[in-house]
């Protein structure tokens, strides 16, 4: 039958971000944030104390196979500021169903619309495990799950010694020893 809800909830954690290997890491590390009490980049000890306001507006006649009502559900998640904790962001997140019986009740049509944001404030930015990744039969289908994700580029240097030239071109010999005087050359791919 028809409700209103109203909620709350309040939520503390300590997590901490291992890395399986090197690849990863680098993919990560171009995440970074600052952590409020080190003011260094961390993955570990990172405590997220959050509060969650919620409306959820529910008409729909059944739960598990739906046939005709809307459901409107609504939500913030705030974190850090007065609340404490290492981390410091806002997720509002939006949510609307509607099902309608066609064909004399023996077919559903039905239309879902999600929208979220995320976003961190005082200096800081989102964790990566707050971030949004989307992605698979419940949200986008055709895409594998939580594929649709932030991306980081990531970049990786070398450095060469290469003979030094002059003006003109030439390389440029030592004098002293007739060795081809060189310079180290970096280069950098992404």
């Known amino acids: 039958r028809p409700f209103t809800r109203l909620g709350m909830s309040y939520t503390i954690d300590?997590?901490?971000?291992?890395?399986?290997?090197?690849?990863?890491?680098?993919?990560?590390?171009?995440?970074?944030?600052?952590?409020?009490?080190?003011?260094?980049?961390?993955?570990?000890?990172?405590v997220r104390s959050k509060v969650t306001p919620s409306l959820t507006f529910n008409t729909v006649n059944n739960p598990f196979q739906p046939s005709s009502g809307r459901s409107f559900t609504a939500l913030l998640e705030f974190a850090g500021g007065p609340l404490g904790g290492s981390l410091s962001f806002y997720k509002p997140f939006v949510e609307a169903k509607w099902f309608k019986p066609v064909n004399k009740g023996r077919n559903v049509l039905a239309i879902r619309g999600q929208f979220s944001y995320v976003s961190g404030y005082g200096g800081l930015k989102v964790p990566v495990f707050d971030r949004i990744f989307t992605g698979g039969?419940?949200?986008?289908?055709g895409f594998d799950l939580r594929l649709i994700s932030p991306l980081a580029l990531v970049t990786q240097g070398?450095?060469?010694?290469?003979?030094?030239?002059?003006?003109?071109?030439?390389?440029?010999?030592?004098?002293?020893?007739?060795?081809?005087?060189?310079?180290?050359?970096s280069t950098y791919n992404s």
Do not use: H, M
């Not at 590390?29 to 080190?38: H, I, K, N």
């Not at 039969?137 to 289908?141: A, F, G, L, T, V």
């Not at 010999?173 to 081809?180: A, C, L, R």
């Open 14 to 46: 300590k997590s901490s971000t291992a890395f399986a290997s090197q690849q990863t890491e680098d993919f990560f590390r171009a995440f970074q944030f600052t952590d409020t009490f080190t003011g260094s980049n961390s993955y570990s000890g990172l």
């Open 137 to 141: 039969e419940d949200s986008i289908r």
């Open 158 to 185: 070398t450095t060469a010694d290469v003979p030094s030239l002059s003006p003109s071109g030439a390389p440029v010999v030592n004098p002293e020893d007739g060795t081809v005087e060189t310079v180290q050359k």
